[in-house]
């Protein structure tokens, strides 16, 4: 059963924006720390931007700070990813991932054993 599907990718220019949308099935998800990681081809995944269960604290990896913008609405049970200023190595798939304890205080990538099926950035020079 889906419990995380992301939205927002497709093709976009050097120096463009997306915005990536992860959308979570059921309610308990608005408790739980969620984040997003990319894997390029032929590349290991990597760690992107990390959310605590209430928004209260963010982490990024260096290679995104001040471009990305993780953010999350758990009225709607969404989390999402502002990217601007694109370049084509943020070209990958975007995997949405969430840590299924009850409110924990961090936001650990470590901590995350749910995934999405990924959607698909390219970003073209």
């Known amino acids: 059963q889906v419990q995380l599907v992301e939205s927002g990718g497709g093709l976009v220019q050097a120096g463009g924006s997306l915005r990536l949308s992860c959308a979570a099935s059921?309610?308990?998800?608005?408790?739980?720390?969620m984040g997003w990681f990319r894997q390029a081809s032929g590349k290991e995944r990597e760690f992107v931007a990390a959310?605590?269960?209430?928004?209260?604290?963010?982490v990024y990896t260096d290679s995104v700070k001040g471009r990305f913008t993780i953010s999350r609405d758990n009225a709607k049970i969404t989390v999402y990813l502002q990217m601007n200023s694109l370049k084509p190595e943020d070209t990958a798939v975007y995997y949405c991932?969430?840590?299924?304890?009850?409110?924990?205080?961090?936001?650990?990538?470590?901590?995350?054993?749910?995934w999405g099926k990924g959607t698909l950035v390219t970003v073209s020079s």
């Open positions: 991932a969430a840590d299924p304890v009850f409110q924990r205080t961090r936001a650990d990538p470590n901590d995350m054993v749910y």
């Open positions: 059921e309610r308990t998800f608005r408790n739980y720390a």
């Open positions: 959310i605590t269960w209430n928004g209260d604290s963010t």
